[in-house]
């Protein structure tokens, strides 16, 4: 994208504000993996070819469809790292949970319930409003019958004759009789359906019991959210368990399901402490040789002075 000039009237003139540099830094991750890149790709091939060096290493067949499944899982957290989130703290979470079920289907939180619990109110709307409909126009007939009743009863005392019953005029709601529109609205697909035809869904269909899947952007976004509020941190035991207890809490606030919860604990505990793609161009110079980094050249750290 490049950067755009604006410019601003001033006292003095017109006056030219500098650019905005924008800089992707995430596009020079983008031909390293988390789960071992090229040599990953090497070993498998090597692992899938021959039967023989599986059985030489002890490498079960199920086992190494496990890693090659994890190893995918990195991947993709690796790659959902270098987009934008929206959102902070367990708002974020509740977008990315929302933005999941609208494009998936697949339920983190409550939504579908929220669906149904707004399909059948406005279901329930829709047919108190078609029932007051009704009753209006039940009580526009009722005085229409009574009036053509008074006429009937004025004319034949006149003309000395009982009339078998009023002769409703053409064009009007009593000789309309069942033509009137007194249908309620129906409740199709979980939308109310208000003129008879059917609204169709072009999302995927939810699944009454799905299988718990891992979702990358979910695992990101939380690996943001830890990390916008402790930083980087080592890894041991004290770090885990402050992680992981603030993971919990986060899910709990974002009402993130119970099983979704423990199946992607582990994976954001592991991106946190090992994925560093958020940190690959800024670090690069601590993994240069030394006379490498002498070549480029560092900027003298003076001490502060006091005076």
């Known amino acids: ?3 755009t000039t604006t410019i601003r009237e001033m006292p003095t003139g017109l006056t030219t504000l500098p650019t905005i540099d924008l800089i992707d830094v995430t596009r020079s ?3 390293r993996t988390w789960s071992g890149g090229n040599k990953r790709s090497f070993l498998e091939t090597c692992l899938l070819k021959w039967k023989w060096l599986r059985v030489l290493l002890c490498v079960d067949d199920e086992i190494l469809e496990e890693v ?3 190893a995918s899982v990195r991947d993709k957290i690796r790659d959902e790292l270098k987009l934008q989130q929206t959102g902070y703290s367990a708002d974020s979470v509740r977008m990315v949970t929302r933005d999941i079920y609208a494009r998936t289907r697949y339920d983190m939180s409550n939504f579908r319930q929220q669906e149904i619990a707004d399909a059948t109110a406005s279901a329930m709307a829709a047919k108190s409003a078609g029932e007051a409909r009704l009753s ?4 526009a007939q009722d005085s229409e019958t009574r009036a053509w009743a008074s006429f009937a009863r004025a004319w034949s005392g006149v003309f000395g004759f009982e009339p078998e019953g009023p002769q409703w005029p053409e064009g009007s709601q009593r000789a309309q ?3 009137a529109c007194h249908g309620r609205p129906a409740l199709t697909n979980g939308v109310v359906d208000t003129v008879g035809a059917n609204i169709v869904d072009s999302r995927p269909p939810v699944d009454v019991n799905p299988r718990v899947q891992i979702v990358p952007r979910f695992a990101a976004a939380l690996t943001l959210v830890l990390r916008s509020k402790f930083g980087r941190m080592a890894y041991h035991e004290a770090n ?3 992680i992981e207890r603030e993971y919990l809490k986060v899910c709990r606030d974002a009402n993130v ?6 199946y992607h604990r582990q994976f954001v505990i592991n991106t946190y402490f090992n994925e560093g793609v958020t940190d690959e161009l800024s670090t690069v110079r601590t993994r240069l ?9 560092n900027v003298p750290n003076a001490a502060p002075t006091v005076c």
């Open 1 to 3: 994208m490049t950067p």
């Open 29 to 31: 991750a983008d031909s």
């Open 68 to 70: 090659k499944l994890e």
């Open 136 to 139: 209006r126009e039940r009580e």
């Open 177 to 179: 009789g069942d033509r």
């Open 240 to 242: 885990r368990l402050l």
């Open 257 to 262: 399901r119970h099983c979704d919860i423990e």
């Open 289 to 297: 040789p030394r006379w490498l980094r002498a070549a480029f050249g």
